[in-house]
């Protein structure tokens, strides 16, 4: 049975990281070992993978999907950050409210919240 599944990304600079994903999304270092930093918390959470043609209303697949209970403040947080955003907060028909944006390593995120 898989008991965690972990997305890496490559970079040369994990401190790019602290702003989006510590500051923003919120979330704390669970392991920094100078090379490899992993940021989580201690939610329990569902395993899965998603295999996708598109990223739904014709917009492109993205890298990372993450769920927050606050779509709208996390939305604002990256705007007046200055972070990319690529697909603007929308409700869809599938009952997720969303937006898409570009992390620092110039991955597609797709943050969003069910309805």
Known sequence: MIKRIVANIKTNDLSKA???YQDILELDVLMDHGWI???GNDEEAKIQISF???GGNGTEVPDLSIEVDNVDEVYDKMKNAGFEIIYKLTNEDWGVRRFFVKD????LINILSHQ
């Open 18 to 20: 602290n702003h989006f």
């Open 37 to 39: 930093k992993t940021l």
């Open 52 to 54: 996708a043609e598109e």
């Open 104 to 107: 620092p390593f110039q991955k």
